[in-house]
T-cell receptor, first 110, second 112 residues
Framework: ELKVEQNPLFLSMQEGKNYTIYCNYSTTSDRLYWYRQDPGKSLESLFVLLSNGAVKQEGRLMASLDTKARLSTLHITAAVHDLSATYFCAVPLNTDKLIFGTGTRLQVFP | SQTIHQWPATLVQPVGSPLSLECTVEGTSNPNLYWYRQAAGRGLQLLFYSVGIGQISSEVPQNLSASRPQDRQFILSSKKLLLSDSGFYLC???????????FGPGTRLTVT
């Protein structure tokens, strides 16, 4: 059974600080997806990582994938309030399903 | 471009009443379709998915059902709602043979 775990589950961080969210998964996969969910809203695609060593960056967020370690990281640089949201990683079980992590709720305060 | 619609956006229903939530996708053909539920402050629970008309896979046994009467239409139903059915219901689609899913705006259901 594929398990996808994220940590931390909740992250409260000060503006301007850096932090990393971790996503571990239990079976082999060569790709991983990150989604963002604003409070009360739906999920939107953030990053698509399609191979070992893939790195994607958008603004203050950078995601990477290590398929050998079965680990993806989402790094936040110099956090701002607009980044406050819940972040989910997801790993394909097959071509029909994604298994989502538990989510990391990020709160950025002044 | 592709668009996914859900309605209604919000719904308040009494316990024991029926439910029908609708999801439609535009701009693509033969999509995989998914229904998820998200309880308040929680993660995503996959309820049903469909790889074609009339083909429904159920992930969680419960009092909900799903149907796919047309290629780009996915319906979530219940004959009698329970309090525990309250939550945020999300429909998603993906291209056949690929993994990335695209989510609709969601329906917030409150069962009273």
């Amino acid at each position: 059974e594929l398990k996808v775990e994220q940590n931390p589950l909740f992250l409260s961080m000060q503006e301007g600080k850096n932090y990393t969210i971790y996503c571990n998964y239990s079976t082999t996969s060569d790709r991983l997806y990150w989604y963002r969910q604003d409070p009360g809203k739906s999920l939107e695609s953030l990053f698509v990582l399609l191979s070992n060593g893939a790195v994607k960056q958008e603004g203050r967020l950078m995601a990477s994938l290590d398929t050998k370690a079965r680990l993806s990281t989402l790094h936040i640089t110099a956090a701002v309030h607009d980044l406050s949201a819940t972040y989910f990683c997801a790993v394909p079980l097959n071509t029909d399903k994604l298994i989502f992590g538990t989510g990391t709720r990020l709160q950025v305060f002044p | 471009s592709q668009t996914i619609h859900q309605w209604p956006a919000t719904l308040v229903q009494p316990v024991g009443s029926p439910l029908s939530l609708e999801c439609t996708v535009e701009g693509t053909s033969n999509p995989n379709l998914y229904w998820y539920r998200q309880a308040a402050g929680r993660g995503l629970q996959l309820l049903f998915y469909s790889v074609g008309i009339g083909q429904i896979s159920s992930e969680v046994p419960q009092n909900l059902s799903a149907s796919r009467p047309q290629d780009r239409q996915f319906i979530l139903s219940s004959k009698k709602l329970l309090l525990s059915d309250s939550g945020f219901y999300l429909c998603a689609w993906s291209r056949r043979g690929t993994y990335e899913q695209y989510f609709g705006p969601g329906t917030r259901l409150t069962v009273t």
